[in-house]
T-cell receptor
Framework: DGGITQSPKYLFRKEGQNVTLSCEQN?????MYWYRQDPGQGLRLIYY???????QKGDIAEGYSVSREKKESFPLTVTSAQKNPTAFYLC?????????????FGPGTRLTVL | AQKVTQAQTEISVVEKEDVTLDCVYE???????LFWYKQPPSGELVFLIR??????QNEISGRYSWNFQKSTSSFNFTITASQVVDSAVYFC?????????????FGTGTRLTVIP
């Protein structure tokens, strides 16, 4: 089945620790995205990548880092510099620009900082 | 300023009732796209519809219909004869071509609960 997988589903982290969220897609999409969702809020864009080895900051990139070494994979690292990392993180991909094309989303990772 | 406003935070309806979810947007761009996504309890968003700013035709897909009115900057979503499976959070989103169309501005969502 084609789709996007995110792991883990739930993640707990101690303050001061970096943590990496996994995102893999087998849809052969060029573009991949990371969003953050807080309770009662819409999604906010953290980072996006339109092509391998290239990525751009979104609206709330501070405290996060990404890499795009393979087309299928777009991991997100939440660093200790992120002041309030507890949130629901969604990965998405699209065949082209997110603003024009349908995005396909993964099931999300819920990160809780203890 | 919010680019997309979904004023209805939560709506509850009884099964088989019709329900309309409101979406009001704000943009200075003449070329833009509007989307609706559904987020069921499982968490992943599901694409429902995309509409570009030059296409004001209303659309119907089964029990779903969308009313796009540029004059009022609205893109409302109606579910006819609602079912329990329609219970979810629904997001309206906007993209602006002049900013590169890489970013979607999401509203805060409307949580719909359909009571059996």
């Amino acid at each position: 089945d084609g789709g996007i997988t995110q792991s883990p589903k739930y993640l707990f982290r101690k303050e001061g620790q970096n943590v990496t969220l996994s995102c893999e897609q087998n849809l052969n999409h060029d573009a991949m995205y990371w969003y953050r969702q807080d309770p009662g809020q819409g999604l906010r864009l953290i980072y996006y990548s339109q092509i391998v080895n290239d990525f751009q900051k979104g609206d709330i990139a501070e405290g996060y880092s990404v890499s795009r070494e393979k087309k299928e994979s777009f991991p997100l690292t939440v660093t200790s510099a992120q002041k309030n990392p507890t949130a629901f993180y969604l990965c998405a991909s699209s065949i082209g620009l997110a603003g024009v094309n349908e995005q396909f989303f993964g099931p999300g990772t819920r990160l809780t900082v203890l | 300023a919010q680019k997309v406003t979904q004023a209805q935070t939560e709506i509850s309806v009884v099964e088989k009732e019709d329900v309309t979810l409101d979406c009001v947007y704000e943009t200075r761009d003449t070329t833009y796209y509007l989307f609706w996504y559904k987020q069921p309890p499982s968490g992943e968003l599901v694409f429902l519809i995309r509409r570009n700013s030059f296409d004001e035709q209303n659309e119907i897909s089964g029990r779903y219909s969308w009313n796009f009115q540029k004059s009022t900057s609205s893109f409302n979503f109606t579910i006819t004869a609602s079912q329990v499976v329609d219970s979810a959070v629904y997001f309206c989103a906007l993209s602006e071509v002049w900013t590169g169309a890489n970013n979607l501005f999401f509203g805060t969502g409307t949580r719909l609960t359909v009571i059996p």
